[in-house]
T-cell receptor, first 117, second 113 residues
Framework: DAGVIQSPRHEVTEMGQEVTLRCKPISGHDYLFWYRQTMMRGLELLIYFNNNVPIDDSGMPEDRFSAKMPNASFSTLKIQPSEPRDSAVYFC???????????????FGQGTRLTVV | AQTVTQSQPEMSVQEAETVTLSCTYDTSENNYYLFWYKQPPSRQMILVIRQEAYKQQNATENRFSVNFQKAAKSFSLKISDSQLGDTAMYFCAFLRGNTPLVFGKGTRLSVIA
């Protein structure tokens, strides 16, 4: 398997523009997570899905952020409109979290570095 | 809610020496998992080692080993024979059942030649 695939790897956009980040999880994984990494706040969970259903989006900072998972092999994180403070590295991760004692670690994509100018 | 604390923002070690990174966590759960992830400058998050809380034996992976103290809620990472390629951010993480990983703030490790 190619691992978790994120695109683009780098994105530079102007304030006010819409930004869409994409993620393809590892085949067969039933959980998908979106994290944001900044120097100040570290790794923050934004939202996660189980079997394509959003379970917890309490980490999404504002209504400007939205995430979808239309099928088991694709997810998007959208920011509209973008602001300079959204500049960060955004990670997608997937895992196969089963019964107790069957849980596995999360596998991360290479991240998207977003710069909003 | 679970919290993970890494009290050492930065550390350095001489090549070939041993270094220990600290991690403490707070939980009322009995069954859970702990992880150390490495993030080199390439920013890829790489799993270094994992520990199941129900196992008393400390996990080891080649030069990497942990000291898991369940009662003290402590989970330190020891890197033996440090190599230049070990230079990275190291994140301690907690996992309970089917909830997302909770990360510490990270420790930036520099291995000096």
């Amino acid at each position: 398997d190619a691992g978790v695939i994120q695109s683009p790897r780098h994105e530079v956009t102007e304030m006010g523009q819409e930004v869409t980040l994409r993620c393809k999880p590892i085949s067969g994984h039933d959980y998908l997570f979106w994290y944001r990494q900044t120097m100040m706040r570290g790794l923050e969970l934004l939202i996660y899905f189980n079997n394509n259903v959003p379970i917890d989006d309490s980490g999404m900072p504002e209504d400007r952020f939205s995430a979808k998972m239309p099928n088991a092999s694709f997810s998007t994180l959208k920011i509209q409109p973008s602001e300079p403070r959204d500049s960060a590295v955004y990670f997608c991760a997937s895992s196969l979290v089963g019964r107790p004692r069957r849980s596995t670690e999360a596998f991360f994509g290479q991240g998207t570095r977003l710069t909003v100018v | 809610a679970q919290t993970v604390t890494q009290s050492q923002p930065e550390m350095s070690v001489q090549e070939a020496e041993t270094v220990t990174l600290s991690c403490t966590y707070d939980t009322s759960e009995n069954n859970y998992y702990l992880f150390w992830y490495k993030q080199p400058p390439s920013r890829q998050m790489i799993l270094v080692i994992r520990q199941e809380a129900y196992k008393q034996q400390n996990a080891t992976e080649n030069r990497f080993s942990v000291n898991f103290q369940k009662a003290a809620k402590s989970f330190s990472l020891k890197i033996s024979d440090s190599q230049l390629g070990d230079t990275a951010m190291y994140f301690c993480a907690f996992l309970r059942g089917n909830t997302p990983l909770v990360f510490g703030k990270g420790t930036r490790l520099s291995v000096i030649a």
